[in-house]
């Protein structure tokens, strides 16, 4: 019985996010971004309630989940939508809430199937899950990023968050040519190390 | 090619098989080249974290909404998905009551009141992720942020006083607004706005505590700047501007 209602709500999750692409999240559409999310949340906390964890924590394992699954697709780790929205959510939040409860030590009541959504499921081992902290260096060079200029910012974070290439940069019409993004990019590094040196050695 | 365009060919993941070869070849001898390539990689690993910070600030700000079923009208994308319930029910003749009262106040008069209470909301922490037992934070900045998510304001703007980022006046000021204390938070604010941080966010309280103090002339100015910077709440700014 819970496989059927489980698969039934796995389908009717399919059917319900024809209208969104990838497209719209990937451009940054802030309505598509806050649709997934409403629409998503009480079916994967309901989905999420077997495994033994507060709701607290399955709000905050939901939103890690749907910021993992925003990252793949602006890394292009997910190309296009093999599955439906909420089966890409559903198997990352499984990761996840595995994840957590080795962390919390709990251990998972009998009665439910862990492998209730298998058949629907994205393999998770080909995206990048990757949630650990940062390092001291790290830390350091993110409390220096926000001292860079605005154009500085916005450059970096295209090239090495959403994913674009110098010539996608390049299309978007605020830089004359490849050449002109490239020395200005690396102005931009030349920068962060500068400042990230003067805080080490003041 | 390059070393930087491998560089970049890699991180833009559009290198061939035969610069793969040439770009690994070259992390193995040349010291200068790993070492830009580390940098460069733990720098994609702080835009992410920056990038993912802001994020998870944007859906607390959503779950802040369902919370309030009175200002979340707007965002009910789908009602026909979810199920009806007595809480919903409630919240319906809430609303239909609140809707009646604003309707009231609004034919007589502007009431700078209601104007403040439905677009107030603290901004939530975009600064510090808190992970219990992660030491890679400053203990004060830790101390700072913990205080503020958990609402013991004035701890918080005890711990914020120590610290030196440029964010702090904006969370000082957010602290005392939190409190009622409006000259205080006005004048955190003011220094905000020289910052290169929360510029428009600013902005954006500022003009509340003005319809708060009924300067109507103040929240225009307030809000058309808003406006102008573009980068936050643009749209609520023009929509409270048009009820003014």
Not at chain 1, 31 to 51: D, L, P, T, V
Not at chain 2, 100 to 118: E, P, Q, R
Not at chain 2, 171 to 198: M, P
Request: aromatic fraction near 12%; charge should be neutral; charged fraction near 25%.
């Amino acid at each position: 019985m819970k496989f059927i209602v489980n698969l039934l709500i796995t389908n009717t999750l399919m059917y319900k996010e024809d209208s969104i692409t990838l497209d719209d999240l990937k451009q940054g559409s802030e309505s598509a971004f806050k649709q997934i999310y409403i629409e998503n949340r009480e079916k994967f906390i309901n989905f999420g309630r077997r495994y033994s964890l507060s709701e607290d924590e399955l709000v905050e394992v939901y939103q890690d989940t749907y910021i993992a699954f925003y990252d793949n697709i602006m890394s292009g780790k997910i190309k296009a939508f093999t599955n439906s929205i909420s089966t890409y959510l559903f198997s990352i939040g499984k990761y996840l809430i595995f994840q957590k409860m080795r962390t919390n030590k709990k251990t998972v009541n009998p009665d439910y199937d862990l492998q209730i959504v298998r058949d629907n499921e994205v393999d998770v081992t080909i995206l990048d899950l990757d949630n650990e902290g940062l390092t001291e260096e790290q830390q350091l060079l993110y409390s220096n990023f926000d001292d860079l200029g605005k154009q500085c910012k916005e450059l970096l974070t295209l090239f090495y968050y959403r994913g674009y290439t110098i010539k996608d940069i390049l299309e978007l019409g605020n830089y004359n040519s490849e050449n002109v993004i490239k020395s200005a990019k690396s102005r931009c590094l030349k920068t962060l190390k500068n400042r990230i040196k003067a805080t080490i050695i003041p | 090619m390059t070393k930087e365009d491998l560089l970049i060919g890699y991180f833009s993941n559009t290198l061939s098989n035969l610069h793969k070869s040439e770009f690994e070849n070259l992390l193995k001898i040349d010291a200068e080249f790993k070492a830009q390539f580390e940098f460069e990689k733990a720098l994609k690993k702080v835009v992410k974290k920056k990038e993912n910070d802001k994020l998870k600030a944007k859906l607390h700000s959503f779950e802040e909404e369902l919370k309030t079923p009175l200002l979340n009208s707007k965002t009910q994308v789908n009602p026909k998905a979810n199920s009806i319930s007595w809480l919903k029910i409630a919240a319906s003749l809430v609303l239909f009551v609140s809707a009646g009262w604003i309707a009231y106040n609004s034919f007589f008069s502007t009431n700078y009141m209601s104007l403040y209470d439905a677009n107030f909301k603290a901004y939530p922490n975009t600064e510090v992720t808190i992970i219990r037992g992660d030491t890679t934070i400053d203990e004060t900045v830790r101390k700072a942020f913990v205080a503020y998510e958990s609402e013991d304001y004035n701890e918080a703007i005890k711990q914020f006083t120590n610290l030196n980022a440029n964010y702090v006046p904006f969370y000082k000021a957010q602290s005392y607004l939190k409190l009622g204390k409006l000259n205080e938070a006005k004048q955190f604010l003011n220094t905000s706005i020289t910052n290169t941080v929360f510029v428009a966010e600013s902005h954006w309280y500022l003009a509340l505590i003005a319809l708060k103090e009924k300067q109507k002339d103040q929240a225009v100015e307030q809000l058309q700047k808003v406006i102008t910077l573009g980068t936050f709440k643009k749209d609520k700014a023009k929509e409270l501007l048009e009820k003014l």
